[in-house]
């Protein structure tokens, strides 16, 4: 059993649907990061989270320390968001430097 | 400047060449990073600096040298490659301050590499 497990693993909705792709870790972390990654390689930074809630235009992410969980939802879907969402999680015993990843959400979300 | 540049886009090479992958940043990050990532799969991590020093090494091949040769850059030597080393390379970097929790990491766009 991966460390970080994500689900679903592939999506498709319809524009303008609400989305939210959930992600559960089985060990002790000092930071959780949702990442975009599109077509093509380029991977972007969405959030970091330690604790609560963060909200950047139509995405919101959410931790829950206690149950080992995040969600990040996409309000009002848009076809621009159709890429791999990956959910890295720094955990207390691996360093710094090192990143557990899930094995990403793909998103497509239709016109 | 928040960009990780990572140069070429894309390399096809012999499995008897050399090349070299060049990642540049200059937002005064001291963590850099060298990740691999195949087709539907995550990245792994490769290589780390850490203040210019070589921090972590995940038992990669020596066919894959890494060096820093100063703060804001970070190259990969590539040298009799296999065609299983056929990934996207990614390069990344993050403040380097290990008593800050919150650091963000920046990616960059990758170089797409095809080993012949």
């Known amino acids: 059993k991966n460390e970080v497990e994500q689900s679903p693993q592939n999506l498709t909705a319809q524009e303008g649907e609400f989305i939210t792709i959930n992600c559960s870790y089985s060990v002790g972390i000092s930071a959780l990061h949702w990442l975009q990654q599109h077509p093509g390689g380029g991977i972007v930074s969405l959030f970091m989270l330690s604790s609560g809630k963060k909200k950047h235009g139509r995405l919101i992410a959410t931790i829950n320390i206690q149950e080992k969980h995040s969600s990040l939802h996409i309000t009002a879907s848009h076809p621009r968001d159709s890429a791999v969402y990956i959910c890295?999680?720094?955990?207390?015993?691996?360093?710094?430097?090192?990143?557990?990843f899930g094995t990403g959400t793909r998103l497509k979300v239709l016109a | 400047d928040t960009e990780v540049t990572q140069t070429p886009k894309h390399l096809v090479m012999g499995m008897t060449n050399k090349k070299s992958l060049k990642c540049e940043q200059h937002?005064?990050?001291?963590?850099m990073y060298w990740y691999k990532q195949k087709a539907k799969k995550p990245p792994e991590l490769m290589f780390v600096?850490?203040?210019?020093?070589?921090?972590i090494n995940e038992s990669v091949p020596s066919r894959f040298s890494p060096e820093c040769p100063n703060s804001s850059l970070l190259n990969l030597h590539l040298h009799a490659l296999q065609p299983e080393d056929s990934a996207l390379y990614l390069c990344?970097?993050?403040?380097?301050?290990?008593?800050?929790?919150?650091?963000?990491?920046?990616f960059g766009s990758g170089t797409q590499l095809s080993v012949l």
């Open positions: 890295a999680v720094r955990s207390t015993t691996s360093g710094t430097y090192k990143y557990i």
């Open positions: 600096y850490s203040y210019e020093k070589l921090s």
């Open positions: 990344a970097s993050s403040q380097g301050d290990r008593a800050n929790i919150n650091e963000k990491l920046f």
């Open positions: 937002m005064g990050h001291r963590a």
